[in-house]
């Protein structure tokens, strides 16, 4: 265990296999975001995604039943979010905290509930096997980040493509570039004869989807064992909306975004082991409070928001209506 | 190309009568339940039984009933001044969402003052020195926030949430770390632990018979009073829902809105800087966990009673009985606990800011000749 290189490898892919969750969570709030809504029930929606794709697939014994149960209940959140804020006008911060407050009520609810019929993820081979690392061949033979960056189960390329389609559609495509305009300016939009309504919807939805597969990655992470004192989720919902800021609602800055949080997530844990394997360069980090660590995503977040609206810049990719809502007789 | 028309459009509608908002109230309530009830049965937990221990709380037939009721209150009042204090800030449409953040600071800053001066000071000096303290903690933690809206125009929603999970890391450091250093700690504990507070550093009662009165209640109702002639009786307080209802406006007649901003956010702050000095003074303790999610729940009582401050007693009162009584009730039951509470609180939002719609808006039928 004390092998320099071994330590260093496995600190690097956990990097990857415990992180990858916020990533989804980051990409479907960039989504949701790009209409113009700011979801802060991130993390209700990851619960309630983790929980019925948890149980759906062992059900079902598949992953495939798992993740499309998952997209489907978070998106069901998306739906809620959607028909209180866009239809029925209500603030969008208490409805997402709402939605974070019962998703974790509900969470709760259903995994105590079942106490002795909890299936248990061994039980279920197809889940097992859907959540086992995948080699890619060639790749993975490579020394340290073969075992680091290729040798991951099915779902963290998944989570990757996810983003880099996401980047691709919200950059390239026409109804991505309207989804942008929606967010920025959904008067302006309205009058050019786009849906807003329905752009609002189904961005609502389909990004509350993709937070809720994060979910079902963080039960399968957890081999689907229930606690009733802490939720699977375990604040990445939060971590998620920070993410979103850092990476500048770009996709493909949220996979680096992820790593960089990624880093500091798995620092917390391998301080001691690295101290331990490079003494000389890294004893340091075992001086370092863990707590740090945890604070650090939210710290940088705080210092990006400060610095960018100190410095008004014009990349900024946060869109101009967040958090507004938009009410057609009034435009 | 047709001119197509939706059959409905939504208008706003003038003076929504009490009545109907009270309607949508008690029937959210009891949607709430009967959704509830019906989960209940689903577990296989009675639900009549149930919601009987929840409203009782477990009060008659125990054998302290009054030690109930003193523990319901230290739930009750920092719920109640943390909503209130929200209620302020949204009142300005300043959406401070680091009542958790702002409600450590205090709890810390008054933890400070206990451990430091605890031995040193009488009792109502100490309780008095951390009020203040916790105050003043609290407040700087939220005021920063504002100058910054105010000089850059920071989105204060996503930097006071980030601001509520390095206050709470920053607490876990005090409560994890043991070193010579770390006052806060049991010296006499191997393991880290928070170190009770010295006897003068305890919130003071008022014995009436068997009960003990906490004084903070005296203090929360107090401040109510106060914050409600605030409001609707003085100039800043009407400087309040100007800056509120249009920032415009209030710059045009002259009102410095920066200023209003950043007085009105201290105040906010500091009051639940103060709610977390009552908290870990009436605990007698500081814990990790000292917030009880209070910042987030006082978000959501604050939006129930529509920032009505006589509206905020009712609706903390309501989710502190609905809190406490998942609490009392679950302990008999192996498949509940209290988050159940979360799951009921979160289907009475839903209705009513579902149901806040049909109070500010109606739908009209659109007519035949303004389609042409």
Known sequence: MNDPIQVLTLFLFNIVLVNIPLLYGTVGEIVVE????????VEGTMAIGAMFGYLAGCAANSLAAGLLVSFLTAGLCGLLFAVLTVSLQANQNVTGLTITTFGLGLYFFVGKGLGERWPAMTASDGLVKGYSALEIPGLSKLPVIGKALFSHNALVYLGIAIALLVW??????????????????????????????????????????????????????????????????????????????????????????????????TLQIYAGPLAGAFPGPLG????????????????????????SSVRKREGSGQPAALGLNYFREER | MKNRQPLFHVVKREGASPARQLLAYVAAVALALAVGAVLLAVQGVEPVTFYRQLITMGIPGSRYPWRAVENFIKLFVPLLIVSMALSLAFKMRFWNIGGEGQFIMGAFWAGFAAMKLGESLPRPAMVLVMALCGALGGGLYGVFVAALKVKWGTNET????????????????????????????????????????????????????????????????????????????????????????????????????????????????????????????????????????????????AWLAKLNTAGIVVASLLITVLQFGCQTASTTYPSIDANFAN??????????????????????????????
């Not at chain 1, 989720?233 to 850092?246: M, R, S, T």
């Not at chain 1, 340091?284 to 610095?307: D, E, G, H, R």
Request: net charge positive.
């Open chain 1, 168 to 265: 691709w559609y919200l950059n390239f495509t026409k109804t991505g570039l309207r989804l942008r305009a929606v967010g920025e300016n959904p008067g302006a939009a309205d009058s050019v004869g786009i849906n807003t309504l329905l752009y609002k919807y189904v961005h609502l939805i389909a990004g509350s989807g993709i937070m809720g597969l994060g979910g079902f990655y963080m039960a399968l992470y957890m081999s689907g064992s229930f606690e009733g004192s802490n939720c699977w989720i375990n604040g990445y919902g939060w971590i998620a909306i920070a993410l979103v800021i850092f990476a500048n609602w770009n996709p493909v800055l949220a996979v680096l975004g992820t790593l960089v949080f990624g880093f500091f997530n």
């Open chain 1, 34 to 41: 790009k209409s113009g809504s700011l979801n802060l029930g």
């Open chain 1, 284 to 307: 340091w980090l075992s001086a370092i409070p863990p707590q740090l660590y945890k604070a650090l995503p939210f710290m940088i977040t705080a210092i990006v928001l400060i610095a």
């Open chain 2, 158 to 301: 996503l930097l006071t949430l980030m601001l509520n999970y390095i206050a709470l890391y920053f607490l876990q450091y005090f409560a994890e770390t043991k070193t010579d250093w770390n006052f806060f700690l049991d010296p006499g504990s191997a393991r880290p632990k928070f170190a009770k507070f010295p006897a003068s550093a305890q919130m003071i009662t008022i014995p009436i018979g068997p009960f003990n009165l906490n004084l903070s209640l005296l203090i929360a109702a107090a401040l109510c009073v106060l914050l409600y002639i605030y409001l609707n009786y003085t100039k800043r307080g009407y400087e309040i829902a100007v800056v509120g209802d249009s920032p415009n406006t209030a710059r045009y007649a002259g009102m410095k809105v920066g200023k209003i901003v950043i007085r009105t956010i201290f105040l906010s702050a500091a009051l639940i800087g103060l709610a977390g000095a009552f908290q870990v003074s009436s605990a007698g303790i500081l814990s990790a966990s000292v917030t009880n999610d209070v910042g987030w729940t006082g978000i959501v009582v």
């Open chain 2, 343 to 372: 799951l009921l609180q979160g289907v009475i939002l839903f209705i009513v800011l579902a149901a806040d719609f049909f109070t500010r808006f109606q739908l009209v039928r659109t007519r035949k000749e303004a389609a042409k």
